[in-house]
Structure formats: C-alpha cells, structure tokens
C-alpha cells in the first residue's frame, strides 16, 4: 500500500468515527431519561473508540452518588451513598491516569468490568469545568492501549458525556427542591394545608372504594396566643417546630401529618378505626405533654399541651370531606372547653 492510499485509509476511518460520535451526541442531547443514555453509550461507544468497558461518575447532590456502568452493550445505572476505593480516590485526586494492566497492583481495586478479560489498559479523565468535577470516567481497552486518536475521541465524547449527565442530575434536583417548597410548610416542614388536604382527597376517595375506615386527628396547640403575648414570637416558632417533630416522630405507617393552619396539625389515618384514631390521638397528646419545651428565653423548658378531635367515616357514610373535618373540628372544640390537654371524638 502506498503513502497516499494509507492516508485516505486513515482519513476514511476518522470519518467514520467522526460520523458515529456525532450521531450519539444528537442522540443524547435529545433524551433526559438517564437509563436510555447509558444504554445508547453502551451501545455506541467501540464505534469511535477502542472502548470495550467504562465507568461514569457523577455527584448527585444529598443523595450520594451516580453510577454508569457500560460493558458488552449493557449498561447499568444505580446510586450510591458511598463509593469504592477505587472511585474514591480518583474522585478525591481528579487526575487523569493512563494505567497499564499490570500496574493495576499499585492502585485501588478497579470494578471487575474494567479489568476483565483481554484489558489491556485502563484511562480515567476528570472532567473539570469552573473549578468543579463534573464527573470522572474510566475506561478500559481490550487487545490494544487506547491509541491517540482514541484519546481525542474519548475525551470530546467524555466532556460532552459528563456535562450532559451532570445538567440532567442538576435539573432534576431543582425540581424536586421546587416541588418540595410548593407541597411543604417553610417553617415545621411538614406537609403544608394544600398537600395535607389533597393526601385526604386521595385517601378518602380510597376509602369510599374499598369501604374501609378513615380517621382525620386534628391537634390545636393549647394557649398558644398566650406563647406568643408572653414570649414573643420566635418562642411561638420554635414551640411549633418542636411540637412539629415530635408529632412526626410517633407517626406510623399509614398516617400522614401536616400543618393544617396557625397552630394546627392534621393527622390522616388510613385504614383506621375509631378505636385506632383514638389511640393514636392519645399517643400524640402524650408526647407532647410528657416533656417540657425548651424556648430561646426558657432554657429550663414550659409544658405545653395539645388538644385534640377525632372523626371517622364510619360514623357519616356517604358525607363529602368538609364534613368528615367539621366534624373533628367540633370534637377539638369539645376537647377545650373540656378543659383541653384531652382527646375527644366525634358525636
């Protein structure tokens, strides 16, 4: 073969690379379900590259950690809250590494997928951009290293891979930040009046289906006006963020709390008794009874109360929501004139 000959062949092939990169990168730029990326890159990646196996890792806020993984044309996607040594420490020291197979000894275990069968050699390239890792990926060759222009594709491909995975992960968590202050109160945390009502609507529904029993608990903090006038109004809010996670704390599989208003908290119970929502009411008002709250200007703490309503659908067939609410508020007014710090129940 001549001089000439074999440039073209070369040039062909670079072509037919170039062609194959940038077919993949449309592919994904098009797509944000994480599971058909991985797939795509798993599939498509020995067209550009002598890459028989690879590893993405990306940061994924609170929740740890995501794993790509891609061998044989499979991939795998998973998240993780702690990562391996060998994931660790290149995410710790973010730089590139071109390792042979036999100098595998020197460094932490990689995934069994990157030292498999016929591996020759191993390239793991941070992907870096405003001072941030935006992902780490290793890879693997088989038969031969990775050559130059294996590197020059890999690393156009990997930052765009990188990034694009990293966007995804970041959108995705901005949602979920807006959806959580839309369906939450600012304050306690809890589910806000919104959301409490719609869990009703839904689990309500539920019940006229199934014919199950339905509670609604609703708690009133006692005086609570008077917190405030004594006290002042941060010792208000931080009573309520305390009363808030201790109610939280003795609620059960089954039962849905949120801040109903003011100083309010509605309990959703389903399937639930009479019998069972007067329990769990009694249990509620102990926890909050049974231990002072500490407030910024009382360190010694203050007894506060809770008063409580209870209803259940089993008592009304056939009544709409407001009315399964009006009647708990009723018993929640019985409970204070009672004398409060008490539970009482419906008819």
Not at 21 to 38: K, M, N, P, S, T
Not at 79 to 94: G, R
Not at 113 to 121: N, R
Not at 202 to 226: C, M, N, W, Y
């Amino acid at each position: 073969m001549n001089a000439g000959n074999h440039w073209n062949d070369l040039t062909a092939q670079q072509l037919v690379r170039y062609d194959a990169l940038f077919e993949l990168l449309g592919v994904l730029q098009l797509d944000d379900e994480l599971e058909r990326i991985a797939g795509e890159v798993a599939r498509r990646f020995k067209y550009f590259a002598n890459v028989a196996s690879w590893r993405l890792l990306v940061a994924n806020g609170a929740c740890g950690y995501l794993l790509m993984d891609g061998s044989r044309g499979e991939a795998r996607v998973r998240e993780v809250a702690e990562l391996s040594s060998w994931d660790a420490f290149h995410y710790q020291n973010q730089r590139p590494y071109r390792i042979q197979l036999q100098l595998f000894a020197d460094l932490p275990k990689p995934p069994e997928h990157l030292a498999g069968k016929g591996v020759q050699e191993v390239m793991v390239i941070p992907f870096i951009r405003n001072n941030h890792c935006r992902g780490i990926l290793s890879l693997a060759s088989r038969h031969d290293p990775f050559t130059e222009l294996d590197n020059r594709f890999i690393r156009t491909f990997g930052s765009f891979f990188a990034n694009r995975v990293s966007d995804i992960l970041f959108r995705r968590q901005a949602t979920a930040a807006l959806l959580d202050r839309a369906s939450h109160d600012a304050l306690t945390g809890l589910s806000n009046r919104a959301s409490i009502l719609e869990r009703l609507e839904g689990q309500f529904s539920l019940a006229a289906r199934t014919g199950e029993p339905l509670a609604v608990i609703i708690a009133d903090i006692d005086h609570f006006k008077l917190i405030n006038d004594t006290h002042g109004h941060q010792s208000g809010d931080a009573a309520l963020c305390e009363i808030a996670q201790r109610m939280q704390a003795v609620t059960r599989d089954g039962e849905n709390l949120g801040r109903y208003g003011g100083e309010e908290f509605l309990f959703v119970l389903y399937p639930c008794s009479l019998e069972h929502a007067l329990l769990a009411a009694e249990r509620i008002r102990r926890t909050i009874s049974q231990t002072k709250i500490v407030l910024p200007d009382l360190p010694d703490g203050l007894n506060i109360t809770v008063s409580l309503g209870v209803a259940t659908t089993f008592e009304q067939p056939g009544e709409r929501v407001e009315q399964l609410l009006k009647r708990a508020d009723t018993a929640l007014y019985c409970a204070k004139t009672e004398g409060r710090n008490r539970v009482c129940a419906s008819g």
